[in-house]
C-alpha cells in the first residue's frame, strides 16, 4: 500500500527545493506568492508498482524517504518519466546543493493562511440557511479529530442494535406470532398454518443467512476498518506533535483495541 511522506520530509524538501523546480533552468515555483501549492511531488523510484522506475527491492520507507522524493512543475514531471534513477537522482542532487546553506523554511505566514482557509470554510458552513431548518441535520463544526471518531463508534454500534432488532423481528417465532394475531382479527384459526410444511413456509428461517452470516461479517469489517482507522489517524498527528505525550496514550489504547479486535475477528462460514 502507497505510505505517503511524513510532515518533517516534506518541510525538508521545500527547504532543499529552494521553492522552484528541481528541473535544470526551470524557474517555476512550488509555492505562488498567495502560498498556493502549484507543483508536484515526484518520486525517483515508483511509489507503487507499475510506476516509472518502480524498484521492488525498495521497502515502503524508503519510497517516501527524501532521497526518493524532489518537487518538480507538472510539465516536467511528466517530461521526466523516460528518464533513469541515475539522471534523476543528479538532478536532484545539482538543484538541492544551490540551498543546503541559505534553502528557505516553509513560512508562519503560509502556514497562517492555511488556518485562515480552514477556518473560513467551517464558518461559511455554520453560517448556512435552510428552507427545511427545522429537518436539517445538524453538524457540530467545532467537533476535533477524537470527537468524530467517538460519533463514529456510536452510529456504529446504533447500527448494530438496528440490526439486532431487524433480526429479532424476521425470526420464525415472532413472524408465526404476528401472523396468528392477524389471522384471528379476520375470524381464521391459526391451526390452518400447522397444515404448511416448514420447508413451504416462507416464514420459517426467513433471510436467515443476511441475519446469521451476512450481517455478523459486515459488522467485522465495519468495526475493523472503524479502528484501524482510529490508529492511522492519530499517528498522522503525533508525526506533526512527536513530543504530546496525550496523542501517544491515546494511540497506544487505539493500537491495543485494534490488536484485540484483529485477532478475535474471523468470518462466520
Request: contains cysteine; negative net charge; proline residues 3%.
Amino acid at each position: 500500500m502507497r505510505q505517503s511522506p511524513n510532515a518533517e520530509t516534506l518541510k525538508y524538501l521545500y527547504v532543499l527545493s529552494g521553492n522552484v523546480c528541481a528541473y535544470p533552468d526551470c524557474s517555476h515555483p512550488i509555492f505562488n506568492n498567495d502560498g498556493l501549492y502549484i507543483a508536484q511531488l515526484c518520486h525517483i523510484h515508483a511509489a507503487e508498482k507499475g510506476g516509472q522506475r518502480y524498484n521492488h527491492e525498495q521497502s515502503d520507507e524508503e519510497r517516501r524517504s527524501s532521497d526518493n522524493l524532489l518537487f518538480m512543475c507538472h510539465r516536467h514531471h511528466k517530461e521526466t518519466d523516460p528518464l533513469t534513477a541515475d539522471a534523476l537522482r543528479s538532478m536532484k542532487q545539482d538543484h538541492e546543493s544551490q540551498f543546503t546553506e541559505k534553502g528557505r523554511e516553509a513560512t508562519q505566514n503560509m502556514i497562517r493562511q492555511v488556518l485562515l482557509e480552514i477556518n473560513s470554510y467551517w464558518d461559511q458552513l455554520s453560517r448556512k440557511s435552510f428552507e427545511f431548518h427545522d429537518l436539517k441535520i445538524e453538524r457540530d463544526f467545532n467537533k476535533g479529530v477524537l470527537g468524530l471518531l467517538d460519533e463514529l463508534e456510536e452510529h456504529f454500534q446504533s447500527v448494530m442494535s438496528y440490526c439486532d432488532i431487524c433480526a429479532q423481528s424476521d425470526s420464525s417465532q415472532r413472524l408465526h406470532e404476528d401472523l396468528s394475531t392477524l389471522l384471528s382479527k379476520v375470524g381464521i384459526k391459526k391451526d390452518i398454518l400447522e397444515k404448511v410444511p416448514y420447508y413451504e413456509n416462507p416464514f420459517v428461517n426467513r433471510n436467515w443467512e443476511l441475519h446469521n452470516i451476512g450481517r455478523p461479517n459486515f459488522n467485522s469489517h465495519f468495526k475493523l476498518t472503524l479502528h484501524q482507522l482510529r490508529v492511522k489517524i492519530i499517528e498522522e498527528l503525533l508525526k506533526s506533535d512527536p513530543k504530546n505525550g496525550d496523542l501517544r496514550d491515546i494511540l497506544n489504547k487505539f493500537r491495543d483495541d485494534f490488536d484485540e479486535n484483529y485477532t478475535n475477528s474471523y468470518y462466520v462460514d
